[in-house]
């Protein structure tokens, strides 16, 4: 005879659980993005977040991203971890299409780490979410679809599964297979961090190769060698995409002019501004701002439209 399931089933909490954010540690939801695999032909170039951390979860679609000093293979199912100031470079396209969700998340000070970082710095940057992953899909999903409808109440409602988030998160990432233990690094690994730490400081700058050359005491040619035998690219395209992403940054987050970020990120005129922006994320910085603008207030009339028919 088959066991039948009881009728009622009650899960009771442990009476002596405590949250993991309390007291100083109370992080802020600050955005979460929902991006299409179409739109991601229009790809989110290196950049890094100086004050909070950005949850990654990748849906659909396989690529090779440079994550802090060197690519790796992310592939639907994964979780992306950054802390703040980690370089990360999306890399997608025509035919690298990646559909995703993005959460960011301020005013983390998680015991033992340092001020706006989720895991240890040294925990890896991608974890695969496992029997995780339709859990903390839908949770993107509900934070995502809430904040586009704008209902009362939709941030306490968003900041409690931003909670849940986190909280799920870490599970991830603690309950991982241990790494085996990091190989010993080479002496050309470690120079390719100081070449990387110098563009990182000073991309805004006019630098050139020959005069990261003189700053670090090394030959340009040396140099050129080790940091793309590190990174996969040369110094110079390194310097090129870092200034485009902090770009695309000032573009969806001020409302400063065009020219006026142009020489902030490094570009003497506009018109070679311009040239390389659209050479790398496909369309004009002009362009990119507005569609920005335009799909977000189009995806906030489809939810009140969608609450209205309901």
Do not use: W
């Amino acid at each position: 005879m088959a066991q039948q399931n009881p009728l009622n089933v009650q899960c009771f909490v442990k009476k002596d659980f405590q949250s993991v954010f309390v007291g100083e540690n109370d992080p802020k939801l600050l955005y979460v993005s929902r991006i299409s695999p179409d739109a991601s032909t229009h790809p989110r170039v290196m950049h890094a977040h100086r004050d909070f951390v950005e949850l990654l979860l990748i849906c659909s679609g396989s690529s090779e991203y440079l994550i802090h000093d060197k690519k790796q293979l992310i592939k639907p199912g994964d979780l992306l971890i950054y802390n703040a100031n980690v370089v990360h470079d999306e890399i997608s396209g025509p035919g690298i299409e990646v559909g995703s969700y993005c959460v960011a998340v301020g005013g983390l000070h998680m015991p033992g780490l340092r001020e706006n970082a989720l895991i240890p710095d040294d925990a890896g940057y991608i974890f695969p979410t496992g029997e995780h992953f339709e859990a903390m899909r839908t949770i993107c999903e509900m934070m995502f679809h809430s904040l586009s409808s704008g209902e009362p109440r939709t941030e306490a409602f968003c900041h409690s599964l931003m909670h849940a988030l986190l909280v799920k998160a870490l599970t991830v990432v603690g309950g991982r297979e241990a790494a085996a233990d990091e190989p010993e690094v080479e002496e050309p690994h470690v120079l390719g961090l100081r070449i990387k730490s110098y563009i990182d400081e000073h991309y805004m700058e006019p630098i050139t190769l020959q005069s990261m050359g003189e700053a670090l005491h090394i030959s340009p040619y040396y140099l050129s060698h080790v940091f793309k035998q590190m990174s996969g690219y040369s110094p110079v395209q390194y310097l090129l995409r870092r200034r485009i992403g902090e770009a695309q940054t000032l573009l969806i987050t001020t409302d400063l002019p065009i020219t006026t970020i142009a020489g902030m990120v490094g570009y003497d005129t506009q018109s070679y501004f311009n040239l390389q922006f659209t050479k790398n994320v496909g369309m004009p910085p002009k362009k990119y701002r507005q569609n920005y603008i335009v799909s977000v207030e189009e995806e906030t009339k489809r939810a009140k439209k969608k609450k209205k028919k309901e």
